[in-house]
């Protein structure tokens, strides 16, 4: 069985930060950023305490 992933791949524009499409992240590669995004249950969202 293969070991599970803890991300996936995104494409963020540097302008507003809002998700792009991976084809649009190539057709603009000045103003976008590859990035790693942990999957869901993974990784800190940064929103303070974890509930009991």
Known sequence: MPKSK??????RSSKN???VTEQYAN???NTTQK???P???RG???RGTKAK
């Open 35 to 37: 990035e790693s995004i």
């Open 6 to 11: 803890n991300s996936h791949p995104g494409h």
């Open 17 to 19: 930060g809002r998700f």
């Open 27 to 29: 057709r603009h590669k």
């Open 44 to 46: 800190d969202t940064g």
């Open 39 to 41: 999957n869901p249950g």
